[in-house]
């Protein structure tokens, strides 16, 4: 889908939305008169309800005067809840009145021409390639040869001047400069430079020839995602560059909504499509632990008050599932009064959204909520050398995917696969050489399987795969794939040029009688050493 056309698509969404939260007023405000007829407390607690809904919505929906007017009553109507019968009964025509301008209000607001905005929400850059503007020659050289190897491109340059000329008509994903060059100019001179790579949203890492505080401050002043000091660690900084490749590009995040208000839940969600970040909305709340747990969300964004379950019910519920103490929740509410933010987030919240919200900002902090939270379960989670999911958690996949497997009734496979005989590589090349091929394959794994799928770092040089419905002749069939690309990628140690195979196993769900992961991963492990001892290089 082009560009332009998903804008269309949006706008008219958008466009929709906007209608039908414009019909649903007339009946809502008429409701609101009607309970302000009678104004028992349980009437007036359904009209405290329903203007805290109108408050946050309104401004989202562009009628920021509305909202006001909504927060207004909101007030007016908790003052008169907490006062003694007769003084409440005094104040209400106050709040009739308040009413009835609210309504008139609504009249005037929907008479006038709706006005089609979309507020622009920023692109993320498309561009993957990876520029490099180093001293060394022989560094650049080094780290070219091995970013090919992963499949990214690069662009090289050795002055900051040309950078900035070619940033004209093009933009790379990642910069990764040296904050000195030999001709004595520096990075953080380099206004223009820094200037165009943040309007083009392109990410900045920095080599610093010292660990010195002040370069790392200014490093942080222009938002760069990583600090390396010379001798450079080339592992890491390649796993960095993957990292980010993989946030920018595939995975912006994915956010689960919870609002009790269809329309409002909507909005948000087709806000945060458009900047590229995947959403869910809850369907039905008392389902909602298995609805998180199919979609794996990484932020969960709350409404605070609903009807039937709080915010911080439904927190305090979530809070109970060991898997999902780690998901943060956000607070998306139009409570302004901080004691009651703060009580709320005491059931195991991590932070609060104040609504109305535009979109622009909407995106934002949803972004940045995002970002702190993939680099956190990233450091958990991930594994620093290939950026694949460490022992632990990859033996919880599969924990996690053998329980959805008898579940569904749908078969899954596990395959273990280990390099052989990597000590000789180790040996021959040396120990950096040997965690070049581990990245490799780590990289081969991550491209080659769908994106349901898991991969995991078992061990030193033995990975596991998790496949969701995979069957045992389709894992069979991936794993020599695998292998075959394996088989393919040079390396060069020593100005020498070598390859290298592995072994595999495989165990499926349905072929054994298993009662638990634990036993499938043995299992896997078992075909594993039968593939070593039949000669290597083969999947059993
Ligand atoms: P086989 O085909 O039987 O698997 O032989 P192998 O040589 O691969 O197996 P062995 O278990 O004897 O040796 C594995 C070696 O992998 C030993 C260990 O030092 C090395 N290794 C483990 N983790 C790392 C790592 O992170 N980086 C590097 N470079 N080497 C590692
Ligand atoms: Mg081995």
Not at 90 to 119: H, N, T, Y
Not at 339 to 355: E, H, P, R, V, Y
Not at 471 to 491: C, D, T, Y
Request: charged letters at 25%.
């Amino acid at each position: 889908m082009s560009n332009s056309k998903t804008k269309t698509d949006l706008s008219a969404a958008f466009a929709t939305l906007r209608r039908r939260f414009e019909q649903s007023l007339p009946e809502r405000l008429a409701r609101m008169l009607q309970l302000m007829e009678s104004a028992t407390a349980d009437d007036l607690s359904e009209l405290i309800a329903e203007a805290h809904k109108l408050a946050g919505a309104c401004g989202t929906f562009g009628h920021a005067g509305l909202g006001s007017n909504a927060r207004y009553i909101e007030q007016l109507a908790k003052e008169i809840q907490t006062k003694p019968a007769d003084e409440g009964l005094q104040a209400l025509p106050g709040l009739q009145q308040a009413v009835l301008e609210f309504d008139i209000a609504v009249d005037r607001a929907l008479q006038e021409a709706p006005k089609a905005e979309l507020e622009g929400t920023a692109q993320l850059h498309q561009s993957d390639t990876v520029w490099l503007l180093l001293p060394e020659q022989k560094l650049s050289t080094e780290l070219v040869s091995q970013l090919h190897a992963f499949g990214h491109k690069v662009e090289c340059f050795s002055d900051y001047d040309s950078c900035v000329v070619r940033l004209q008509d093009a933009a790379p994903a990642v910069l990764f400069a040296a904050n000195k060059l030999p001709d004595g100019a520096s990075l953080f001179e380099q206004t223009l430079l820094l200037q165009q790579l943040k309007k083009q949203q392109s990410r900045l890492l920095v080599l610093s020839d010292s660990d010195d505080f002040d370069l790392r401050i200014k490093a942080s002043q222009h938002q760069a995602d990583a600090f390396f000091v010379s001798p450079l660690d080339v592992p890491n900084m390649i796993s960095t560059i993957s990292e980010l490749l993989e946030y920018g590009n595939k995975r912006a995040g994915r956010v689960f909504i919870v609002d009790d208000d269809r329309l409002l839940a909507q909005h948000y969600a087709l806000v945060l499509n458009a900047a590229g970040i995947e959403t869910h909305i809850v369907e039905n709340v008392r389902s909602i632990v298995n609805e998180l747990m199919r979609f794996q969300p990484d932020l969960l964004l709350m409404d605070m008050y609903m009807p039937d379950y709080s915010g911080a019910e439904l927190a305090g519920l979530i809070r109970q599932y060991k898997s999902l103490k780690r998901l943060p929740i956000v607070f998306l509410s139009s409570e302004i009064n901080k004691a009651l933010q703060l009580s709320a987030m005491a059931q195991g919240a991590d932070d609060f959204i104040t609504k109305p919200i535009g979109d622009t900002q909407l995106v934002q902090a949803v972004k940045n909520r995002l970002k702190r939270s993939l680099q956190l379960k990233n450091l958990i989670e991930k594994d620093s050398l290939t950026a694949l999911i460490k022992h632990s958690s990859i033996k919880e996949a599969a924990e996690l995917e053998f329980v959805r497997s008898q579940r569904y009734k749908k078969p899954f496979s596990i395959v273990m696969l280990d390099i052989d005989l990597f000590k000789a590589v180790n040996d021959s090349y040396g120990h950096g050489t040997g965690d070049i091929v581990i990245t490799a394959l780590a990289t081969l794994l991550r491209k080659r399987i769908r994106k349901t799928d898991r991969a995991g770092r078992y061990g030193g040089e033995e990975f596991m795969l998790v496949l969701p419905e995979c069957s045992r002749v389709q894992a069979v069939e991936l794993a020599e794939q695998i292998l075959q690309a394996f088989r393919q990628l040079h390396f060069t140690a020593a100005d020498k040029l070598f390859s290298c195979t592995y072994s595999a196993g495989v165990a499926a769900s349905d072929d054994g009688d298993f009662s638990n992961a634990e036993q499938m991963i043995e299992a896997a492990d078992a075909a594993l050493y039968k593939a070593k001892r039949a000669g290597r290089n083969r999947v059993c």
